[in-house]
């Protein structure tokens, strides 16, 4: 049972996800995407394969004129033809990050499923798990959620993973699994002033964790 003054941060946390929480991830997301496109038009320099790439390019090019339809249907023949070549998962990716822009769930969902299922670069598997349990989470499917989150190894991913596993521990009244949660993004090896820990210590202070 909690407090008064506990309930009260629980509401307040609760509320500064609601405003803020999505446009975090969602900037976090932007930067890993950026990566994985930099990543992937590295790849299609030096890959053989030019028809990939040439629909890798068509992918990138819809992307970035936010043209939904090009990009997925794009992304699809690239999945359809080359599902081993790593420049189909980024097209996945970049699929599902519009889809979910434009309200359409069910193909962002799919997109990361796809990559899931496809790709053997462990920090994609982990991007795309961590983006189906965010979209998993906004449907109050928490249990499902979380069980992708536990499924993330790759360290680029941890401190997301364990942001989103503590905002979701918090919405389900389970106090103690957020402030262990939040508390190992603090007690993680690297950048010591990361988004992640600055956002874990003050989620950390609103459920009276240490937070040190």
């Known amino acids: 049972m909690y407090d008064h003054q506990e309930q009260e941060q629980i509401e307040d946390i609760k509320a500064w996800w609601k405003l803020y929480g999505k446009y975090v991830m969602l900037g976090f997301v932007v930067v890993i995407m950026g990566y994985a496109a930099f990543q992937g038009y590295n790849y299609y320099q030096k890959s053989e394969n030019e028809k990939a ?9 819809a992307f970035h004129a936010q043209d939904e339809n090009v990009v997925l249907n794009k992304a699809k023949e690239l999945q359809e033809a080359y599902a081993s070549n790593p420049l189909a ?21 799919n997109e990361l499923i796809w990559v899931e299922a496809h790709t053997h670069e462990a920090m994609l598997v982990d991007l795309a798990r961590l983006r189906h349990a965010g979209l998993l989470a906004d449907q109050k499917k928490y249990n499902q959620a979380l069980d992708l989150l536990n499924q993330n190894k790759d360290t680029a991913m941890l401190e997301a993973t364990l942001d989103l596993k503590g905002d979701i521990y918090t919405v389900m009244g389970k106090t103690n699994d957020a402030r262990v949660a939040y508390q190992q993004i603090i007690d993680q090896t690297g950048t010591q002033n990361s988004l992640f820990k600055q956002l874990a210590r003050v989620k950390l202070d609103a459920l009276g964790g240490s937070g040190k």
């Open 89 to 109: 998962s980024r097209a996945a990716l970049m699929a599902a990050f519009l889809a979910h822009k434009t309200g359409h769930t069910e193909d962002a969902v």
């Open 53 to 61: 790439g040439v629909l890798f390019e068509a992918v990138q090019n």
